[in-house]
């Protein structure tokens, strides 16, 4: 069984920045995928970014955050980073990590694991 936490989340004014990390416990496969989700008030849960465990790291992005996040791993501490800059408002939300296993890269559905969340609040 894998384990997530997240921290890192606060309070930012817009056009800041925040570094979100997911630490991970358990068996971390080589196939594994690891992805950050967020959900906003009264929206759907949507597709942040994700990253591959694997040695070439593979990452995704969604569309409206592509060229203001960066998703990155440290193997050697389980850990997966989300670096948010240019921070919007739109951007406030519960942010979650989770681990895959296998399946849609896009998907929530193909997540396995989940950490508890933290929240995000971008001020204008």
């Known amino acids: 069984q894998v384990q997530l936490v997240e921290s890192g989340g606060g309070l930012v004014q817009a056009g800041g920045s925040l570094r979100l990390s997911c630490a991970a416990s358990?068996?971390?496969?080589?196939?594994?995928?690891m992805g950050w989700f967020r959900q906003a008030p009264g929206k759907e849960r949507e597709f942040v970014a994700a990253i591959t465990w694997t040695w070439n790291s593979c990452t995704y992005y969604a569309d409206s955050v592509k060229d203001r996040f960066t998703i990155s791993r440290d193997n050697a501490k389980t850990t997966v980073y989300l670096q948010m800059n240019s921070l919007k408002p739109e951007d406030t939300a519960v942010y979650y990590c989770?681990?895959?296993?296998?399946?849609?890269?896009?998907?929530?559905?193909?997540?396995?694991?989940w950490g508890q969340g933290t929240q995000v609040t971008v001020s204008s």
């Open positions: 989770a681990a895959r296993l296998g399946g849609g890269i896009y998907s929530s559905s193909s997540y396995d694991y």
């Open positions: 358990g068996r971390i496969l080589s196939n594994v995928a």
